[in-house]
Structure formats: structure tokens, C-alpha cells
């Protein structure tokens, strides 16, 4: 699942959550909007057509193919070229979770034993250069994402784990590229069968996953791909995209609007520019010379103050809650947090005020008290055990910990933190300040980000040859599940050996169990219970420390039409967005 | 000076050959010296979900399992012969010069440095000309005007020019100049070819903020060669046979400043690179120096090399044809050889 800023995926939004000042309609100020507007609905609306749509990116684009990307901008702006079996709804809110079908005809359906899932295709649909979208196609599109030592490795990798298909080699390693591939049967053009190892309830959100994007195995160059993307939207490439030079995209007629209603297509062009500064991205939004940052994640720090403080920029600003969750990680493992009341204590003595102060305060996140954002079925906010939302600590009841597991004198413990992301050390900063009221001391070990979740958090050996009892973290789930968003943190069956996202390496059998179960009830209220309990159950172990749930300032530039915030992609539905720009 | 030419050209050879070295070391061996694995460094080019079979995959093909000397080897065949990767049934064919290949792009290095040549060229270039001949220019007038309200303006601008980033002055005249006064349009990159107009106005911020370090540096070492070629014997001398004051700062004043200024003039523009990275990087124009940055944020260690490598080559290629043309304009040094 996902890895926050870089992941991919879904959560819904209460009302709530976006700000209490916004949206309920207190007069509106133009064209622009109120601020916060955009959280909870469509500001802007208009089905003109027409313009050029611009986009800019600090970096380079992650990558254009959709087999070959695991970032949440991707999976929302590939949308305009690649077609997948579901989709999301488009609309604001808690309503865009529900998926409707693309490429396919219908909702899949399950066989009986939950293990057999069989989705049908529109008839008819086309790729760019006028042939005909088959089942097979988008089955090669899974394999070579998926499957092999070969495969695409940006992506995710669930159809690899959930596919009855251990001894497929993948596409690349030469001959038939299916060959073997039995997991997926195609019976006809328009049929996909996908047989499990085992039941899955959430199966539906993975047939939603930019991977189901049909890819004729003829035009396939690997990870060449990406230069040209075979295209089933309504826009296709003009002329091929190199990494760091921007793409184009502009409009292809031989996309049928009849077969695809959650598409808007408003604009005639889109453009994409790469390695602009995030300041200038800012200034040009601000400007009118840009219309949307595709990174989606919000102003940098140099505009963001001078906007939110702005009363007139205010009202182009939208705060809404992203799904992202930063929280420590307390390992199982390492002394003496191996001792549950030792946990106990750095939960009631971490101050949580200085965490939501690292992320900018209450426009950059609210202070969590649980794992899972009150967005996602099965979230209890009242769920509190430590007294985290008073944001203070408390260090009578941390001491009554510490003397319970033996360390009333305190004790010494790492907290690894990814250096280069400087809310996330202020924030580590502001907890090693609170633990040390308790007599708690952490020393902060810093880790460059590109290696810390593959190689150092993410490895349970150098976990504990390294001493790492706490690590700093960011998690947003894939999709807007209990399952999508808890299994790889807390589910003890998901600990690997490199890449682990189960950092406090919690293996609680009770709810390793509680997660076997849940992939076989398909009611979702049963579903919810079942997450609510698997949160309590974990903050009862302690080994998540929550910290805050994150909150994205957007810039909303007036020349934007369509606009809201769709939780699903955590960021603006870039398929519903028109622009007055005529350039 | 045949056998001068061929001796500078092999000592540029050897010097080359240490660079990529001491490149390799850096980003090869240091790394593995600091305690990572090879299954670590082959992590980080395989996603956010990696397999175990994947990992291995990406040792095979990165030959991060061989032995250093020969990864190192590869490396430098590759520049004279080419070097091929496979992907399944496809084969890139990196042809020589191969300076690597980009495994988080999936671009060969040494074409995607070209294709950036262009505008890290025409930054460098038009940079170079406007310090050169402004700084020289303002440096003369100090000169000859020393002590005048002129000469204090331009030797304390001078002052801020060399010691102010171009990370400040750049955001500044962002700032100011583009966004709040909209004096000069947007910073941008169009081909000579295709527009000389738009090329030139894209770039004339970006030239002015290059420009202004280099240029005080020249305008002050200007200045203070012609203090002291003017107080020469034979400036009185050319004065007292009544030649104009004109003629005597230009043709006799000037000329042998010059010569000092030509020099430092050739090494900055081999280091124009070094410069090039941050102006590009404020402007967010797409040259080489921006292509470094990004590679470096990502751990594109092929890109890293494959810049450092080809910013050597420019250095040494610069410093070669300084050194050959040192004689040419200097007398003295052809007497000493």
C-alpha cells in the first residue's frame, strides 16, 4: 500500500474534516469561491469546452506509463490516456469511493467461494489509432506489471500476491509472454476471469488500479513504454514524451464520450511542464499563468504562509484532509519496547501539539488519536486510550508506566527519521522534546528518504542491529478500505524482510486473525466493526503512536473550472477540470 | 609546439581518466565503504514493492554483484564502445559515447546531455559575453575615472556582485522584476533556430543574474590591471608624443590587461557549469545543470556520473585551448618555452 506523498490512493472525506469554515455556501465571492470550498464541492461548474489545460511538476513526471507508477498524481492524470476495468466516482466527498466501470460493462461479479471474480467489457471501445480494445490486452497489461523478476518495478504488486500464479515467469522472459498465465482466463474478447488464491472482498478496488489500463502487447517496449502510451482516453499523446522535456496531450477522436461517463474532456489540450521550482509553480498559479500543479500535494512553504494569510487569496484556497496519516512506528522488538507498558509511556508522554506545530498547524493537520482518519468506515474518533488529543502528554501517567515495566528511571531509545523532509524532523525534534519531560531520552538517527522504506525502517534486521525502537512515518492506504489502509502496517503476516511497512513489526495474533476474516465478509457495516476493533486492539499495544492526519493546501487559480477535491486521488479530480485559459 | 600540443593532450587524458575515478568512487564504493549491501543499492532502483526476485534480477543487470574494478571497467568501455542493456526481449543499444544509462528515466545519458547542451550553451554563452564585455567596460571607466562617484557605484556593486549567490539574486529578480513589476517576461528556452527574438528576451534574466558575479569579478581585476599599466613609463611616454587619450587607454592601457582577463576569462567558462546549476535550477529552464539536480535528488547515479564526467570534459577542453592560445596572445610565454 501506499507511502505518504509518493502513495497512491483512497480516502473518504467527512464534511467534517475540511475545515470548519467551508463550503456551506456564506455568500461567495465571485468567480473564485470561499475558501475551503473545493473540500466538499464543485466550485466553478461549466461544461464549456475548449483551451489548453496547463500543468507543471517540480521533478520529472514518475512516469507516464500506467503499469510503471505508484504516485497518486499519476494514477489521476493518466486517467486522460488509459482507461482501467473501475474507476471512481467523480464527484466530492465521501461519495467518489464508490467505483463505477469503466472499460468494463458492469460491476464484477464473485463465485460463491469469494475466490473467482469475472468482469465483462464494453463492446466497441478503441485505441488511438482505431482498433479494438480486448480482454487480452489488458490481461498482458497485469502481467507485465506484475509478474517477473522483470516486471515494471514502480508499481504495486497485488495482483502478483492475490493471483493464483506463483509459477508465472512474466511477459519479458521471451517467447509466448502469456504463456503459463492461467490466473487470469480470457474466454472470449470482452471476458476477464481472475482466479485467487484466495478470498478477497476488496478485489474490486484493485480492478480500479491505473495496471488494468489495456496495453496491445505488440506496442509494448518495456519500460520504453512510457514514451509513447498506446491510448484508450480521450487524449493521446502529440508525439512522443522524453522524460524532462513535458508532455502534450491532445484530443482522441477515436474515444467514444457515449461509453464513458465519469470523463469530462473539457479541454482541447493539456500540458504538462517538468522541472519548474515549486515557487514558481506557486507564483504562476497565483498569476493565472498556470492552471494546476500536478503534484497535488499543495503550495511550498515560501507562499504558503503569505496566501493563508491573504483575506482575498484565502478565498482560492482549499485546506482539505489528504487520508495521510504521520505517526511513530514503536517496534515490538527492540528493548525495553518490547514491554507493552514501555510502549505505554511514550504514548502519554509525547506531546502532540508539537507534531501538528512541525506540519504548520491546524491548516497542515489535525492531531490523530487513532489509526485509521475519520474518513475510512470503521474510524472511532472518540478512540483515545492515551489522552492524545489534550496535546500536552501527560507525564504522571508516562512515570507510572516506567515504573510498571521496570525502567522508572527512564530509559534510552533511537527514533529514526527520513532527514531530507524537514516536517517530519521538526516533528521528531518536538517529540524527543516531550519524552525527555518523562526522563525519556531519544536520539534521532537521520536516513535519506529514498532508502529509509526499503532498506532501514523498512528492514527488520537493521531494525535491531541499529537499535531503531521508534521510526517516524507516513502511511496512506491504496484504497479506501480498513483493509487497504491497515493490513501492511499491522497485519503481522505482511512483515518482510526489506520493504516492510509493518515497522513496529506488531504479529498480534488476534489481529493477524481479525484480518483473515475480514477478506471474507462482504457486508460492509460487518467490515467496519471488524476495522474498529482491529484499531483498538492496536492502540491498545501501542505500537503506533499517532501523530497527525495530514492536510494539503491547494491553490485554486480562478481560470479553473470544475473544480473539488476528490479523496480518492487526495488531490483535485483532474478528469473534471476545464480551464477559461485560450492560449 | 607539436610535442607540446600532444603532451597537453595526454596529461587532459590522464587528468580525465582520474576524474571518472574519483566519480566512480564517490558514488560506487563510498556507499558500500558507509556499509550498504549490494541487495540495498539494488533496492533502490526496483519501486516501492520489491520482491526478492526483482531485487536479484536488478543486480544481474546492473552487474552491481561483479567486482568494483570490473564494474569500473565496463564503465569506461562503454564510453569508447558502446554498451548494451536488456530488458526482456528488448535491447537498448547505448552506442558510444555511453556515459550510462538512466535506470529511473530509462534514458541513455549521453543523448539526454546533448539534448540539454543547447540551452546550457546559450545560457553559458550570452552569460559569458555580457560579464565580459560589461565587466571589462565598467572596469576601464573605473579606471580611468578613479575616485569618481561612478567609480565608488560601480566598484560597491562590483563588491555585491562577487559576493552574493545566485540562489539570492536570482529569487530576488524573480520576484521583483518578473512577477511584482513585470518588467522582464518569464525566464524560457526556444531554440535560436526557431525564434532568435523569444531566445533572446527567454534568456535575459537568466544571463543578467549569471552575468552579475562574473562580471565584478572582471570589472574589479580590470580595474586595478589598468591602475597599474597606466602608471607605466610608457603610457607617460605615448601620452608625451601626443597620441589621444583615447588611443593611449585603448591600444597600450588596455591591451596588456587584457591578457590576464583572457585567462580567467577561458577557465570560467569551463566553469560556466558549475554556475549553470543554480541558474538553471531558479529559472527552471531544462539544461544540464538542471539535469544534475534532479538526478541527484533522485539517486540517478548513472545521470550523476555521466554529468560529472562530461562537466570534466568541458573543464579540460577549455583549459586545453586556453593553454594553446596563452602564446598567441602572450609574447613572453613563447620566449620561455
Given amino acids: ?583 | 609546439m607539436l610535442k607540446y600540443i600532444l603532451r597537453r593532450l595526454g596529461a587532459s587524458a590522464l587528468l580525465l581518466l582520474v576524474v571518472t575515478l574519483m566519480t566512480f568512487v564517490i558514488f560506487y564504493v563510498v556507499p558500500r565503504i558507509a556499509g550498504r549491501t549490494t541487495e540495498q543499492l539494488a533496492t533502490m532502483y526496483v519501486g516501492r514493492a520489491p520482491t526478492e526476485a526483482a531485487i536479484q534480477a536488478t543486480i544481474e543487470r546492473l552487474n552491481l554483484d561483479q567486482p568494483l574494478a570490473l564494474q569500473f571497467w565496463e564503465f569506461v568501455k562503454g564510453i569508447f564502445v558502446g554498451a548494451e542493456y536488456t530488458f526482456g526481449n528488448d535491447v537498448v543499444q547505448c552506442s558510444a559515447p555511453c556515459f550510462g544509462y538512466s535506470f529511473q528515466t530509462y534514458q541513455e545519458v549521453f543523448p539526454a546531455i546533448l539534448d540539454r547542451v543547447p540551452v546550457t550553451f546559450s545560457l553559458g554563452l550570452g552569460a559569458a559575453l555580457i560579464w565580459l564585455v560589461g565587466g571589462v567596460l565598467v572596469g576601464v571607466v573605473s579606471a580611468v575615472r578613479k575616485g569618481s562617484f561612478f567609480d565608488r557605484i560601480a566598484m560597491g556593486l562590483a563588491l555585491a556582485g562577487v559576493s552574493l549567490p545566485i540562489f539570492f539574486t536570482g529569487q530576488l529578480a524573480l520576484a521583483f522584476l518578473v512577477h511584482s513589476w513585470e518588467i522582464f517576461p518569464n525566464a524560457e528556452y526556444t531554440p535560436f533556430t526557431d525564434n532568435p527574438a523569444a531566445w533572446a528576451s527567454g534568456l535575459l534574466l537568466p544571463w543578467l543574474t549569471l552575468a552579475f558575479l562574473h562580471a565584478a569579478q572582471y570589472a574589479r581585476q580590470t580595474r586595478a590591471g589598468m591602475l597599474e599599466t597606466m602608471g607605466e613609463d610608457y603610457i607617460r611616454t605615448a601620452r608625451a608624443k601626443g597620441l589621444k587619450e583615447s588611443r593611449v587607454i585603448l591600444k597600450h592601457g588596455l591591451r596588456p590587461t587584457l591578457t590576464p582577463i583572457l585567462t580567467i576569462f577561458g577557465l570560467d567558462i569551463g566553469l560556466v557549469l558549475g554556475g549553470a546549476v543554480l541558474t538553471e535550477q531558479v529559472y527552471s529552464l531544462n539544461g544540464i545543470g538542471r539535469y544534475a539536480v534532479t538526478a541527484i535528488v533522485q539517486s540517478d547515479l548513472p545521470v550523476i556520473l555521466g554529468v560529472t564526467l562530461f562537466g570534466a570534459l568541458f573543464i579540460v577542453v577549455c583549459n586545453l585551448i586556453v593553454d594553446l592560445l596563452y602564446p598567441l596572445v602572450d609574447p613572453r610565454v613563447r620566449a620561455a618555452r
Fill in chain 1, 1 to 583: 500500500m501506499g507511502f505518504v506523498a509518493l502513495g497512491a490512493a483512497a480516502t473518504l472525506l467527512l464534511s467534517a474534516c475540511g475545515g470548519g469554515d467551508g463550503g456551506d455556501g456564506d455568500g461567495g465571492s465571485g468567480a473564485g469561491g470561499v475558501f475551503d470550498q473545493a473540500s466538499t464541492e464543485v466550485v466553478n461548474a461549466s461544461d464549456a469546452t475548449g483551451g489548453t489545460l496547463r500543468y507543471a511538476i517540480s521533478a520529472n513526471m514518475e512516469s507516464t506509463d500506467p503499469g510503471n507508477t505508484y504516485y497518486g498524481y499519476v494514477w489521476n492524470f493518466s486517467r486522460y490516456y488509459a482507461r482501467t476495468l473501475l474507476t471512481f466516482s467523480p464527484v466530492p466527498g465521501q461519495a467518489s469511493s464508490e467505483l463505477l466501470p469503466d472499460l468494463a460493462e458492469d460491476m464484477p461479479e464473485v463465485s460463491d467461494d469469494g475466490t473467482e471474480w469475472t468482469i465483462k467489457l464494453k463492446q466497441g471501445l478503441k485505441y488511438e489509432d482505431g482498433s479494438e480494445i480486448v480482454a487480452e490486452d489488458i490481461k498482458y497489461a497485469i502481467a507485465r506489471s506484475n509478474f517477473g523478476p522483470q516486471a515494471l518495478p514502480n508499481g504495486p504488486k497485488y495482483f502478483q500476491q492475490l493471483l493464483d500464479a506463483d509459477d508465472y515467469e512474466g511477459p519479458y522472459g521471451g517467447g509466448d509472454p502469456l504463456a503459463g498465465f492461467d490466473a487470469i482466463e480470457t474466454p472470449d474478447d470482452y471476458t476477464l476471469v481472475f482466479k485467487l488464491k484466495a478470498p478477497f472482498a476488496d478485489f474490486p478496488y484493485i480492478l480500479s488500479q491505473t495496471q488494468t489500463a489495456p496495453v496491445p502487447a505488440e506496442a509494448d517496449t518495456g519500460e520504453q513504454y512510457q514514451g509513447q502510451v498506446v491510448s484508450s482516453g480521450p487524449y493521446k499523446f502529440e508525439g512522443s514524451y522524453t522524460p524532462g522535456d513535458g508532455l502534450v496531450l491532445v484530443r482522441n477522436d477515436q474515444w467514444d464520450p457515449e461509453s464513458d461517463p465519469t470523463r469530462e474532456a473539457l479541454p482541447d489540450r493539456v500540458t504538462v511542464e517538468e522541472g519548474v521550482e515549486q515557487n514558481e509553480i506557486d507564483q504562476r498559479l497565483v498569476n493565472g499563468e498556470l492552471d494546476v500543479d500536478l503534484a497535488g500535494t499543495g503550495l511550498g512553504p515560501a507562499m504558503k504562509g503569505d496566501l493563508l494569510a491573504d483575506e482575498e487569496a484565502r478565498a482560492n484556497i482549499d485546506n482539505p484532509v489528504t487520508g495521510a496519516h504521520f505517526y511513530v512506528a514503536i517496534n515490538t522488538k527492540v528493548e525495553p519496547l518490547d514491554d507493552v507498558a514501555c510502549r505505554q509511556a511514550i504514548q502519554y508522554a509525547a506531546s502532540r501539539e508539537g507534531i501538528q506545530r512541525a506540519y504548520g498547524g491546524e491548516f497542515g493537520g489535525e492531531i490523530a488519536t487513532q489509526v485509521l482518519p475519520p474518513s475510512i468506515p470503521g474510524a472511532n474518533p472518540e478512540l483515545d486510550p492515551y489522552e492524545a488529543a489534550s496535546g500536552t502528554g501527560n507525564v504522571e501517567m508516562a512515570q507510572e508506566k516506567l515504573e510498571e515495566c521496570g525502567e522508572e528511571d527512564g530509559f534510552t531509545v533511537n527514533i529514526g527519521v527520513r532527514s531530507d523532509r524537514p516536517a517530519e524532523v521538526a516533528a521528531v525534534e518536538s517529540i524527543q522534546e516531550s519524552l525527555a519531560a518523562a526522563n525519556i531520552t531519544a536520539e534521532i538517527k537521520s536516513f535519506p528518504s529514498d532508502t529509509f522504506t526499503n532498506t532501514q525502517a523498512g528492514s527488520p534486521d537493521f531494525v535491531a542491529d541499529n537499535e531503531l525502537g521508534l521510526n517516524y512515518y507516513g502511511w496512506m492506504s491504496d484504497w479506501p478500505s480498513g483493509y487497504g489502509y491497515m493490513s501492511s502496517i499491522l497485519d503481522g503476516d505482511s512483515i518482510k524482510e526489506a520493504g516492510n511497512s509493518n515497522i513496529s513489526e506488531l504479529d498480534d495474533p488476534e489481529i493477524n486473525q481479525l484480518f483473515d476474516d475480514v477478506t471474507q465478509v462482504e457486508d460492509p457495516e460487518e467490515q467496519a466493526a471488524i476495522y474498529s476493533q482491529i484499531d483498538e486492539l492496536t492502540m491498545e499495544s501501542a505500537t503506533i503512536l499517532p501523530g497527525v492526519f495530514q492536510k494539503s493546501v491547494l491553490y485554486r487559480p480562478e481560470n479553473l473550472t470544475n473544480v473539488y477535491f476528490n479523496p480518492s486521488y487526495h488531490m483535485y479530480d483532474y478528469m473534471a477540470l476545464g480551464t477559461t485559459n485560450n492560449e
